[in-house]
Nanobody, 121 residues
């Protein structure tokens, strides 16, 4: 399975961005998909995840601002980020797992490359 993330960029605080993660390869193996983010000197943290059936989970700091979704017909996952804050600045990584519920536990099977999100104040 290969994951290709895109959509990062520079935005002012309060603005919006949408990240995409396209999956290819043996996608039938994927049940969970999700996003992590990492800033220099900090551990990578789980942000949000979505199961094949559409069940979503979020870290508390993004609830109400970020929306994760996936289009199984396009093998693509999205992260709509609204009301962005400077503390959301990070490299965002998409991930996938064959087990349901695995992403939020850090038990990923596949990683995509990162995409940088920078939120200016």
């Amino acid at each position: 399975v290969q994951l290709q993330a895109s959509g990062g960029g520079l935005v002012q605080a309060g603005g919006s961005l949408r990240l995409s993660c396209a999956a290819s390869g043996r996608i039938f193996r994927i049940n969970d998909m999700g996003w992590y983010r990492q800033t220099p000197g900090k551990q990578r943290e789980w942000v949000a995840s979505v199961t094949r059936g559409g069940t979503t989970n979020y870290i508390d700091s993004v609830k109400g601002r970020f929306t994760i979704s996936r289009d199984n017909t396009k093998n693509t996952m999205y992260l709509q980020m609204n009301s962005l804050k400077p503390e959301d600045t990070a490299v965002y990584y998409c991930a996938a797992a064959s087990s349901i519920g695995a992403i939020r536990l850090g038990r990923n099977d596949y990683w995509g490359q990162g995409t940088l999100v920078t939120v200016s104040s």
